[in-house]
Each structure stands twice: as C-alpha cells, then as structure tokens.
C-alpha cells in the first residue's frame, strides 16, 4: 500500500502563489500517472490535474495558473499553483490518475486564499 503525503499549502492573498508537494512511499507509482484532487467544504473532491508520460491534464478553472509535475527518481509529485483565487480553497491531495490504481487517501494540505 503506498502511502502518501501532501505538503505546501498555506494561507495566501488572491493573486498569489504556493508550490504543493506530494511524497509517494517505494515505488509503485514510479513511472504512473498521478494526480492532484482537491475538496471544499461542502463539495466533493474533484480532480484538478494530471502527469504522466504522455503529458498534463488540467481542469479549465485552473490552466493557465497551475503547473503539474513528477520526479520519478525522487517518487516526489508536485503543483505549481500562480494566480490564486478564492475558489481554489480546498484541501488538496494527491493519488494516482487512474482510479483502479488508487491508494488511501493522505491527511492532505490546506489551501486558503483570502480576497
């Protein structure tokens, strides 16, 4: 079972910018598509990007602004997040891109943006 964990989020003024992380315990999801996914309160958690080998997906409320990436030497996933919004307050996790691939969920990390 892999475990994950998610760091880097914070409290930021709208406009501005965090860099999250996401370290996957071995190997298993070395060379795997993975994503980030996010959950407001009182919504469901929806995903907000992929990575893999055949490249980056993101949701349409955020391209532009947030940049995917993965060190599979490091088994280390990571989410370049400018120009933030309000509505991007969530708690943000990260897991595999393909849902019959997924592990438990981590505790995640908090993002809040003010206005």
Not at 41 to 52: N, Y
Not at 69 to 98: F, H, I, R, W
């Amino acid at each position: 079972q892999v475990q994950l964990k998610e760091s880097g989020g914070g409290l930021v003024q709208a406009g501005g910018s965090l860099r999250l992380s996401c370290e996957a315990s071995g190997n298993a999801y070395r060379f795997s598509g993975m994503g980030w996914y996010r959950q407001a309160p009182g919504k469901q958690r929806e995903l907000v990007a992929t990575v893999s080998p055949a490249g980056t997906y993101y949701i349409d409320s955020v391209k532009g602004r947030f940049t995917a990436s993965k060190d599979n030497e490091k088994n280390m996933v990571y989410l370049q997040m400018n120009g933030l919004k309000p509505e991007d307050t969530a708690l943000y996790y990260c897991n595999a891109a393909q849902r019959s691939l997924w592990s438990s969920w981590g505790q995640g990390t908090q993002v809040t943006v003010s206005s």
